[in-house]
Structure formats: C-alpha cells, structure tokens
C-alpha cells in the first residue's frame, strides 16, 4: 500500500541533501563600486576612477588626481522559490548579507598611474528552518550558509596621449564557504534519527585582467579586456554526524579537486552626448573548457546625467546568465539553469574632494532545476534580489 507521507519524506530528504551552497555559474551577482555599479556595470569604456583596476585597468590613465575609494552594498537580500517541490508547496530559500564590495587607491605618476584594490565580486549569507509535519510524521531542517570571495592586488596604467591608453591588474583572489546542516526527522515507528552536516570548501586563483582604451572617434569611446585566470586550489572538507535512538556513527572527508574558470572577453562603447549626458554599453563573452558548462554572453547598458556639477543620476540594465545546461533526461539532481537580468538606479552628490552615492538594484529571473539528489523531476524556479548601494569618494 502507497504510503504517501513516507514519500514525501523521502522527497524532502533528497531535496536536503541536493542544497547547492556556491554560485559560481553566474558572473555578475555583485556589481563592483558606486558609478559602475548604479550603470548596470557598463563601465568598460569609461572605468576612470579606482574601480578601473576591476573593470578595465586602461581606463585608470584617465583618473584625475590621487584618490580614496570604499563602497558598501548596505543591504542585500535574495529569494529563490522552487514551484511545487514539496507535495503542492513551494520551496523557498532566502539569504541577505551586508558589506563593504569595495576599497581602492590611486595615485598618479604623470602618464602613469598605480592603484591598489580590494574587491568582494560574490557574497551571501543564507538561513532556512522548515518544518514539515505529516500526521504523526515529522521532519525539520535548519541550515546556515556563508559565502563569500576575495579579490585584491596592485594595477597600473599608462596613457600614451590623450587618446590610448593600456592597462593591467595582478589579482590574489579567494572564497571560503561554509555550510552548517541540521536535519530531525521522526517517522512512524521507525527510531528518532539528528542527522549534523558540516561543510568547509576553500579556494584561491590568480588573476591578471589587460586592458586597451581610446577615444580616437570621440566623442565615442572604445575600450577592451581580457581576463585570464589561473586555478591553484579547492578544497571541499565535509563532516558527517547521525545520531539516533539505536545507533551513532560520524564520517570526516576532504577532497582536493580541480577548479577552472572561463576566459573573459569583453567590449565596451562609451558615448558621450555632451558633457551633462553619457550612454554606455559593454559586452563579456565568458569561454568555458569545463565539461558539462556552456560559453555565455552578458551584455549590460548604462546611461548618465549631470543635472549640475554637484548632483548626477544614473540607470542601467544588465544580464547575468548561467552557464550551465538545461535541465533535462541527461541530467540529474543537484542541478538547475536560471538567468538573470537587473535593473540599477543611483544618485551621487559631488563636492570638489568627495562624492556621496545612493543606489539600487534589483535583478529577476526564472528557470529549470532538478532540487531532489539523483532524480530528473525538473521544478519551475524564480529568484529574485536586492541591493541597496551606498558609496563614498575621496580624492586628495
């Protein structure tokens, strides 16, 4: 006889053990600094302020003066929904974090200018406690997740004239994930079983980011990257506790495995309409040599306008697609595909040393997943976020 509560048991129990904890397969979850950030990141073909190390180290040529840079997201928060995952319930994971995204230096040696930056370019903090009860029947899961990467390191530019320039960043970067799990689960007469899931997963990359730029057709500006990334570790270390009311047992693993990052192309156009307006618009391509990871295109549009020299506002719209496969008879759980788009909007007060900034964005997206460890059940998915910006400037 079908035992329909024991199956959806079951089910949650693949589902937990399914929960993915890093989000390496997206390429704009963070947008670096104020002025970029509040342009949907379309910054390749300007990036004349500290952030250029990250976005287009040839653009620093054109910074003006010496300068201090932080910026914060002051509130992110996210929200992933699985359609009808549990029975006829949906699936819901949050997370939200607050933190600084970035933190840069400049200064100026004549036609060459030097910068130091440090950059957050992924971030989360995810909680989830559910309760699930059928009869009898109960289940409960409690998991805490905290991602987060790391980039920094020196770049340095040189500006032939007033029209090219090149460019190039040397960064360290590094993640630390961690993943706590906590799973109670009572079933019939079967014995109480608590099983404690700890998981630590560590890496670190090189990265060298060159970039040329010019303005030779201004008023429109034309600028070029390439990113190259060298893998030197991950490490995955899991521990496993199960306790129950007639046995116990505990496991430990650490796996070393192998980590590749795709190469980065990337186009940017800058035109300037008059000295109040700016149009923007760039375009990565991201090459995958990973198995089983497609190449993908993001493209971003950015617009500026100067009210007066103390006040300016800023939009933008931007993609950040996934690079994996559609889910589908050759796949299998953990696995899922959404791309995203976002919408950004800013303000920034100047006065003759700083500048202050406020801003927005907010991105969307649906997809497929297979939430249930092993199995090809493919699941509506929508997620959607929210960043609060904020933003200051010195310049010394």
């Known amino acids: 006889m079908f035992d329909s509560r024991r199956f959806w048991i079951a089910i949650i129990l693949c589902l937990a053990g399914g929960v993915l904890y890093a ?12 002025r970029a950030a509040t342009m949907g990141g379309t910054y390749i073909a300007i990036a004349d302020d500290s952030t250029g190390g990250y976005y287009n180290p040839a653009g620093l040529a054109y910074s003006v003066g010496d300068t201090i840079s932080g910026s914060g997201n002051a509130y992110y928060t996210s929200k992933t929904r699985y359609k009808k995952t549990i029975g006829n319930q949906d699936w819901e994971r949050e997370s939200e974090t607050v933190l600084p995204n970035f933190f840069g230096i400049t200064k100026s040696l004549g036609r060459t200018m030097l910068a130091f930056s440090y950059i957050v370019p992924d971030s989360f903090i995810e909680h989830q406690d559910q309760d699930y009860k059928f ?11 905290e991602h ?5 390191g020196p770049s340095i530019a040189y500006r032939f004239d007033d ?5 190039a960043s040397f960064f360290y970067g590094w993640g630390i994930t961690r993943k706590l799990q906590n799973e109670y689960q009572k079933i019939g007469s079967d014995p109480i079983k608590n099983t404690f899931q700890s998981t630590k997963r560590e890496e670190s990359f090189l990265q ?4 040329v730029q010019s303005n030779f057709l201004e008023p429109l500006t034309i600028g070029l990257v390439y990113v190259e990334t060298i893998p030197l570790a991950l490490n995955v270390q899991k521990n496993i506790s199960v306790v129950s009311s007639q046995t116990q047992t505990f496991s ?27 149009l923007a618009m760039d375009l990565d391509y991201l090459s995958s040599s990973t198995s089983g990871l497609n190449s993908v295109i993001n493209y971003s549009f950015g617009g500026e306008w100067f009210l007066d020299a103390e006040n300016a506002f800023r939009l933008g719209y931007f993609t950040n697609n996934d690079n994996r496969q559609e889910p589908g008879s050759n796949t299998v759980g953990p696995h899922e595909k959404i791309d995203m788009t976002g919408f950004t ?7 003759r040393t700083s500048s202050f900034t406020l801003g927005t964005i907010y991105s969307s997206g649906k997809g497929k997943a297979q939430v249930y460890s092993g199995l090809a059940d493919i699941r509506d998915l ?6 609060l910006i904020f933003a200051a400037n010195y310049n010394y």
């Open 163 to 167: 029209t090219w320039s090149v460019g």
């Open 345 to 351: 909007l800013g303000y920034s007060s100047y006065t």
């Open 382 to 387: 929508e997620r959607t976020s929210l960043t």
């Open 252 to 278: 430990n693993s650490t796996e070393e495995l192998p980590l590749k990052k795709p190469r980065q192309f990337s186009l940017g156009l800058a035109y300037f309409l008059s000295h109040d307006w700016l």
């Open 148 to 152: 987060q990467s790391n980039m920094s």
């Open 135 to 145: 009869g009898s029947d109960v289940y409960f899961l409690s998991l805490h997740t």
């Open 208 to 211: 060298s980011r060159i970039g």
């Open 23 to 34: 989000d390496e397969n997206h390429f704009k979850n963070v947008l670096v600094g104020d």
